[in-house]
């Protein structure tokens, strides 16, 4: 139904693995590069140039966008020239992702997330539906971020001086919470709902309120068993048939 | 202005109604049937189909999608296949509704509005702009929704297990609220601005807070008369003209 | 890349100044004036009608929309019939702007941010991302309102009775912020993450918490000299290269 090439148009320097197929009424942009049975459905825009494709015309020079293997980009999204994204990674639908984000391999990005420029993100990383990830993010592996949660990187707005949090590899932000500037959260986090983190948190922290506070050590939650999540959930992730500690040793 | 046919493509077993509208860059997917004197706006994509659509190609069945008689699709509206919807069904620009749900009649959904799968809606609800509705949700009669609330389904994120809340008939959920897996919300509720709702209430709560609190009979509210709001609001609800205690004894 | 006049629909009496370019895919609608040097990038749709062009067809009347010179409106907007914007406008992706709105010189609108009908800004106010302003604000001039911000209009949802807040000149409110309905907010506030402003502030509040409280005055905070901003900021305001006061005085 999708894949009818119907007003679909690549630019220069588009570079198409075997099996990839492109939606109706997609525009890919000039120097994008996409691997192996990749999927963008219809209405995407990919390479999306940045302010200075306006302002300087011809001279702007388009960097290189390239979306792994086995990716599914849904219909809507803008991915902007100049970032990169591992293989299997998938988008909801009119996901916004500007210039210059390195996402690992096995990453999601749900419905309406839109992340900003100069973003990094590890590998098995979940974002939901309605995220916001503010520049100079650093996000580490098997991070999961949930609804209407932003990250943000002006400590004094407005000013030109962005710095954005960093979190640990496993934590896990939940609905509807404000990371601060320059905040660090460790590894094993979790973050409960409409939280506002202004404080580095160490590792399995279980933090939250506004401003959140820690309230104990994730391992105790419910009475042990809960988290970390790891031993829990394996859905999508490497572990997934053999448990985390079989994993972990392999690594 | 909207109705030039032009780029417009209708899949296979497209059933139009009588004076039915498809605005230009409309695609409308196999196996939907739409009700007399709807009008879908431009830009649109009805029937959006599934995650199975990409794995299993050309063994996948495409489930049906009814729109009922004089609905409004604004423009830029995804509305995956295998939803229903009532007549008299309005939506804003930009809304996405995921597949298996189930709108009763006059239902209204704002822009950016973000409905997830498997969620039933009564009659004559009403959801703001932004609003997030998880998986499995059940939300009653005459609701009130406003705008970047969220429901939620996970109740130790990751986890397999989703639990929707389930809203009473005229109960109002206002802005920046989260409404917590499993929670059960009676009729005539009124939940305030940014709470977070991790408890059920009963019938005629007022609740606020983080978590929210009971704080009284929403009957006291201002010294009485403001709500139940049944009673001061009734455009485009059934007892317009004739008052909510007429129309509730002739049900 | 983006401007080959593929798919590009314009309407009745569309007048566009020198140097004006349009984006594939973009639809501009009837009795639409833009200004020398703007462009319109692809995907938008521009004067769109309002709700009577559905109701009442070949008797509707479409209202001017005035677009300002050297104005750049990004990918998938959507501006309605009947607001004007002036000159130096800018807006992110996706952003949708209702019917008589208002907008002074050098306002920008961040990605998928959502302002409704009848809303009034002054000049060089900063919107970003994920924003919703209701119906009936006002806005002065240099204000910036961060992501996932609202503006309410109704006092006792759902009512008949519109009130939207009012901002003064240089005031800045931040993530996640509720602006209750008429609630006036003076010149030069700070309000913090997470609040609900529920009353009045004067000038040079800072006001932080849900519900907010007046914590101090802005020129105190981090000891002084952080607050008003305008002394620390002048990317993009008027006063670039000579300072506040001096520009203060030039007024």
């Known amino acids: 139904m999708k894949f009818n090439n119907r007003n679909v148009h690549l630019g220069m320097?588009?570079?198409?693995?075997?099996?990839?197929?492109?939606?109706?009424?997609?525009?890919?942009?000039?120097?994008?590069?996409?691997?192996?049975?990749?999927?963008?459905?219809?209405?995407?825009?990919?390479?999306?140039?940045?302010?200075?494709?306006?302002?300087?015309?011809?001279?702007?020079?388009?960097?290189?966008?390239?979306?792994?293997?086995?990716?599914?980009?849904?219909?809507?999204?803008?991915?902007?020239?100049?970032?990169?994204?591992?293989?299997?990674?998938?988008?909801?639908?009119?996901?916004?992702?500007?210039?210059n984000c390195r996402f690992g391999r096995d990453c999601q990005v749900g419905t309406l997330t839109n992340i900003q420029g100069d973003v990094t993100f590890g590998d098995y990383c979940k974002m939901h539906s309605n995220v916001l990830i503010a520049e100079f993010s650093t996000i580490g592996n098997h991070v999961f971020i949930y609804p209407f949660t932003v990250f943000t990187n002006d400590t004094h707005p407005p000013s030109n001086h962005y710095k954005g949090?960093?979190?640990?590899?496993?934590?896990?932000?939940?609905?509807?919470?404000?990371?601060?500037?320059?905040?660090?959260?460790?590894?094993?986090?979790?973050?409960?709902?409409?939280?506002?983190?202004?404080?580095?948190?160490?590792?399995?922290?279980?933090?939250?309120?506004?401003p959140a506070k820690i309230m104990r050590d994730v391992r105790e939650l419910g009475g042990g068993g809960l988290y970390p999540w790891v031993y829990n959930f394996e859905r999508g992730m490497p572990w997934q048939g053999i448990g985390f500690d079989v994993w972990s040793q392999q690594q």
């Open 13 to 99: 320097n588009v570079r198409l693995g075997n099996n990839v197929r492109i939606g109706d009424n997609t525009t890919i942009y000039d120097n994008v590069a996409i691997g192996d049975n990749t999927i963008i459905a219809n209405d995407c825009v990919i390479g999306e140039p940045s302010w200075e494709y306006y302002r300087h015309g011809e001279n702007y020079t388009q960097p290189e966008t390239v979306i792994g293997a086995s990716a599914l980009i849904r219909s809507h999204t803008i991915l902007y020239a100049g970032s990169s994204f591992g293989e299997n990674f998938t988008t909801g639908h009119r996901v916004t992702i500007r210039e």
């Open 165 to 210: 949090p960093t979190i640990g590899d496993y934590s896990v932000i939940t609905v509807h919470c404000i990371i601060l500037p320059a905040v660090k959260i460790g590894t094993h986090c979790l973050v409960g709902a409409n939280s506002v983190v202004n404080k580095d948190l160490p590792d399995f922290s279980f933090a939250v309120g506004s």
